[in-house]
């Protein structure tokens, strides 16, 4: 059975960064375009990042372009978000998720597997 694992995240100070990681098992992930999600409190899921599950194209969001990274590792089998310049508004539970779709979206209704999620804080 697929499960999803994410790890990385922490409390960190405005300007900071981290790299959070989604790990797999069960299958392997280099079949799933991978997306990157968080929900802030009070606030809807939204997508933030995506990564084809051919592994060259991605996508973000228009407030973290230039700050997030996202790429994947299929000899780990992991996918992770690398964030840099981390600000307040970035706080959030954030989310891994695995879709079968040949294309990256944007809607997590196209998404299958989840992960638990890991908390990140960013303190001004």
């Known amino acids: 059975q697929l499960q999803l694992v994410e790890s990385g995240g922490g409390l960190v100070q405005a300007g900071g960064s981290l790299r959070l990681s989604c790990t797999a098992s069960?299958?392997?992930?280099?079949?799933?375009?991978t997306g990157w999600f968080r929900q802030a409190q009070g606030k809807e899921r939204e997508f933030v990042a995506g990564?084809?599950?051919?592994?060259?194209?991605?996508e973000y969001i228009d407030s973290v372009k230039g700050r997030f990274t996202i790429s994947r590792d299929n000899a780990k089998n992991t996918v992770y978000l690398h964030m840099n310049s981390l600000k307040p508004e970035d706080t959030a539970v954030y989310y891994c998720?695995?879709?079968?779709?040949?294309?990256?979206?944007?809607?997590?209704?196209?998404?299958?597997?989840w992960g638990q999620g890991t908390q990140v804080t960013v303190s001004s």
């Open positions: 998720a695995l879709s079968l779709m040949s294309s990256i979206s944007h809607t997590a209704e196209s998404y299958n597997n």
């Open positions: 069960g299958r392997t992930l280099s079949v799933y375009t």
């Open positions: 990564i084809w599950w051919g592994g060259a194209s991605t």
